[in-house]
DNA sequence: TTAAGTATTATTGTATACAATTATACGTTA
DNA sequence: TAACGTATAATTGTATACAATAATACTTAA
């Protein structure tokens, strides 16, 4: 639920969505302070709604407690980074073989419009569509597994890696062409119903896509690290 | 975080440790229909707090929202309960691999002394106890570990468990023990270091438990399923 | 000038009041 | 009696007021 969901009728759903967009975008930095009052009167509501929104994002790990009771815009690490990608990994693996279970022609021929999308644009500089089918293939096979708290977890923890990717852009080079191309061999396995060979492509796939992520959070860890000392 | 958490100065902390006792022992019994005010009142605090706290527990998954917005005690599901536990099987297989990286011999002690006393009890008819420190075992890889994200998710998945603990008694019996003693051998590779094998051993060890749990939910749905018919 | 202590302000926590919505009860009509 | 519509009540959503707490600014003494 990266993507903005505008059929919110609620104070309370117009604030979560709004303040997790400006926090994913960087719009509110990490370590950020969040007055509720200020929020409010920003978005034009009361702060009893706001602060139902915050506490949903505080649980989400988007925002942060002080010990004194304090919000605060979650802060950002390359410990936390490969946590994320490593549980994003287990659950992408759980999810696929649901998927690959369950999957019926229909599914695959949705799949495999994402890899031909894929592959058409690989080696052109259109970065972003290529991520965003892979994004695309990946919401497919969520869907498919119908493994509700999984997913759940699962659109978690891509919001968290969203927030990264936009913090520290991620390389946006030929390293990230072999990964792509992993979506091909993951449909082609799927297609095969190999069940455990398509758990660990998946699970090496995710880790491949985390070492690039991993890098880059490190090099902009190392750049602005020593502020807080 | 199942056990009672007493340091709680707000109501709103209050509210959510209660509730969620309320649940997971079944007083509060699935389905049951949640009206703010009335537990406000039980509860001896103002629907604000309330309102929080039941928040979190609709995030968690033990309260869920009908389509009209009205709360209800989250209802339980063969479905659900094969999933929490393939879930919690894949984050205890991260789990156990970096506590084995990271234990001291001071950790491994206090997991030799765990798997003492389940030696020690194993045989008798102390199952509650057994069980006690089997949490225990685990509750310590998830200190050691440090994996903050994987644990808080592990914690939560074990509320659910426990709950379906609680409203379906599993089975007690010698098909408990060879599991029991999983977490001997689990220690055993731990100290030699073999992180892939403690990986696997400690997945297989919870899709065993897992095995027992479905086969009495399955057994509970069929007896009091055709309700809503 | 610094340190400690106190007053002031800012911010969060909780309760309550009211508005909006949904469910229920009741009566009317076919 | 069944179906519909309307009035009433129950419940949730939101705003606001006030209380509790933490942060800041200020004053005074050494």
């Not at 792509?180 to 799927?190: A, E, P, T």
Request: net charge negative; hydrophobic share 35%; with cysteine.
């Amino acid at each position: 639920m990266t993507s903005p969901n505008y059929q919110q009728k609620s104070a309370k759903d117009y604030a979560y969505f709004e303040v997790k967009e400006l926090i994913i975008k960087g719009e509110l930095p990490p370590e950020e302070a969040i007055i509720e009052e200020k929020l409010a009167t920003l978005l034009e509501i009361s702060r009893t709604p706001l602060r139902e929104a915050l506490q949903r994002l505080e649980w989400e790990g988007l925002v942060s407690r002080r010990k004194n009771g304090r919000l605060e815009v979650a802060s950002i690490s390359t410990s936390e980074l490969r946590e994320l990608f490593k549980i994003r990994s287990a659950l992408e693996g759980i999810i696929v073989v649901h998927a690959t279970k369950k999957a019926t022609n229909e599914d695959l021929e949705k799949l495999e419009d994402c890899v031909q999308m894929i592959n058409l644009l690989s080696g052109s500089d259109r970065v972003d569509d290529i991520l965003q089918y892979g994004k695309a293939f990946h919401n497919i096979l969520y869907e498919i597994s119908d493994l509700e708290t999984s997913v759940r977890i699962l659109r978690q923890l891509n919001d968290h890696i969203d927030r990264y990717r936009r913090l520290v852009p991620f390389e946006k080079t030929k390293s990230q062409k072999p990964i792509q191309s992993d979506h091909d061999l993951i449909l082609k396995i799927m297609r095969e119903k190999d069940l455990d060979k398509v758990a660990s492509v998946m699970e090496e796939h995710i880790m491949k896509s985390a070492e690039i992520a991993i890098t880059a959070v490190t090099k902009y860890e190392s750049g602005i690290s020593k502020r807080n000392d």
